[in-house]
């Protein structure tokens, strides 16, 4: 049972490349989120998704788009990527409103040069 | 804007130390949670609140939740270097767009 599984755990990219942050869920959860970390910032929400089908932008969207591939995936997509962007990414899952139970991945660590 | 503030930032105590921490707001929440993160992982659920002047246990840990749902804290009694790591309040106030706080980064010393 590995809970939330983000993949990969590190990356390098230089400004303007693209990439795509890996998501998976064995819980069943029906919401997935997605936030970035920053130091003495606390964790932001970039998006949500409070069902398969749905995806809403939270409060840091510009920059990233989302696709809910199915009930267990929930990937993060930089399109361009700008220095920015450089950040602790934690994908997360729960199954009710607003995180009231929720499980985090171990975390993407994002580097862009 | 939506802000949880959380005090203090850092905190550096001996073995066998009490402490408390602070999650404060002007807003009001319809649940808050603590959470734990330690370097290189994710925040790990500690506690959901949801009733204003509620205190929940959680072996040395206890939480309180504010009467009026704004503000929370956290007291740990006889800290060990187990408790070492980051606590993370946040509050949710009924959708899905939860809030964080920066958090409170304890280190405690053997």
């Known amino acids: 049972n590995a809970g939330v599984t983000q993949t990969p755990k590190f990356q390098v990219l230089k400004t303007g490349q693209s990439m795509t942050l890996q998501c998976a869920q064995d819980m069943n959860h029906n919401s997935m989120y997605w936030y970035r970390q920053d130091p003495g910032m606390g964790l932001r929400l970039i998006y949500y998704?409070?069902?398969?089908?749905?995806?809403d932008k939270g409060e840091v969207p510009n920059g990233y788009n989302v696709s809910r591939l199915n009930k267990r995936e929930f990937s993060l997509r930089l399109e361009s990527a700008a220095p920015s962007q450089t950040s602790v990414y934690f994908c997360?899952?729960?199954?009710?409103?607003?995180?009231?139970?929720?499980?985090f991945g171990q975390g993407t660590r994002l580097t862009v040069v | 804007t939506q802000l949880l503030e959380q005090s203090p930032q850092f905190l550096s105590i001996q073995e066998g130390e009490n402490l408390t921490v602070y999650c404060n707001s002007s807003?009001?929440?319809?649940?808050l949670q603590w959470y734990r993160q330690e370097p290189g992982e994710g925040p790990v659920l500690l506690v959901t609140v949801v009733t204003g002047g509620e205190v929940k246990k959680l072996k040395r840990l206890t939480f309180q939740f504010g009467d009026a749902r704004k503000d929370s804290s956290l007291h740990i009694t006889a800290a060990q270097p187990g408790d070492t790591g980051l606590y993370l309040c946040?509050?949710?106030?009924?959708?899905?767009?939860?809030?964080f706080g920066a958090g409170t980064r304890l280190f405690v010393k053997a």
């Open positions: 807003s009001v929440f319809s649940s």
């Open positions: 998704s409070a069902s398969e089908g749905t995806t």
């Open positions: 946040a509050g949710n106030t009924g959708g899905f767009k939860t809030i």
């Open positions: 997360a899952s729960s199954d009710n409103r607003g995180l009231t139970e929720a499980f």
